[in-house]
């Protein structure tokens, strides 16, 4: 576990081939994150090659990573809490489908970018709030036999678009 640190100033260069500069790198390891400062990476915030990596995390904060804050596969989106914050940006979620059902939170100060096809095979609930750009031709797939409860309200809806605000700019939700 880390807690009560800050991580500064890493993500130099890549690490392998799969990993790109980050401060933060998890592999097939499982990582509990509190109070933890990821700022000023040369590139990524947090990165994750494969599904089995785990990290739950409370109250972090996101300030002035070169790239993205987090680049994650769509299974970890349920270790972002409403808690954390962000100066900005996006959790860019790269491909891939749910392992169990899973809560979704609402980003303080950031947004989710969908930046490859995505499948939900589970139930998955979305927090009011909680806002989600896909990139070109990329869409959402909700599996037979798996759900999603996405309920906003009138003052924080969910909302579901593409990175370019064009007619036909992702695929949509299937």
């Given at each position: 576990s880390i807690s009560?640190?800050?991580i500064k100033y890493g993500g130099s260069k890549t690490a392998a081939t799969y990993f790109k500069a980050s401060a933060i790198m998890i592999d097939r390891a499982k990582v509990q994150l509190?109070?933890?400062l990821i700022s000023h990476s040369g590139g990524y915030g947090i990165q994750t090659r494969r599904d089995d990596s785990q990290f739950p995390m409370s109250n972090m904060r996101f300030e002035n990573n070169d790239k993205d804050h987090?680049?994650?596969h769509t299974s970890q989106m349920q270790y972002f809490d409403s808690a954390s914050s962000f100066d900005g940006?996006?959790?860019t979620v790269y491909s891939g489908g749910t392992t169990e059902d899973m809560d979704?939170?609402?980003l303080d100060g950031a947004k989710y970018k969908i930046d490859g096809n995505i499948d939900f095979n589970h139930k998955v609930n979305i927090a009011a709030g909680a806002q989600f750009e896909f990139t070109a031709d990329v869409g959402l797939d909700i599996n037979g036999g798996s759900s999603i409860v996405a309920q906003g309200t009138a003052?924080?809806?969910i909302i579901f678009t593409g990175t370019s605000k064009?007619?036909?700019a992702?695929?949509?939700i299937f």
């Amino acid at each position: 576990s880390i807690s009560y640190a800050e991580i500064k100033y890493g993500g130099s260069k890549t690490a392998a081939t799969y990993f790109k500069a980050s401060a933060i790198m998890i592999d097939r390891a499982k990582v509990q994150l509190s109070y933890v400062l990821i700022s000023h990476s040369g590139g990524y915030g947090i990165q994750t090659r494969r599904d089995d990596s785990q990290f739950p995390m409370s109250n972090m904060r996101f300030e002035n990573n070169d790239k993205d804050h987090g680049y994650i596969h769509t299974s970890q989106m349920q270790y972002f809490d409403s808690a954390s914050s962000f100066d900005g940006g996006y959790v860019t979620v790269y491909s891939g489908g749910t392992t169990e059902d899973m809560d979704i939170a609402v980003l303080d100060g950031a947004k989710y970018k969908i930046d490859g096809n995505i499948d939900f095979n589970h139930k998955v609930n979305i927090a009011a709030g909680a806002q989600f750009e896909f990139t070109a031709d990329v869409g959402l797939d909700i599996n037979g036999g798996s759900s999603i409860v996405a309920q906003g309200t009138a003052e924080d809806k969910i909302i579901f678009t593409g990175t370019s605000k064009s007619p036909g700019a992702w695929k949509g939700i299937f």
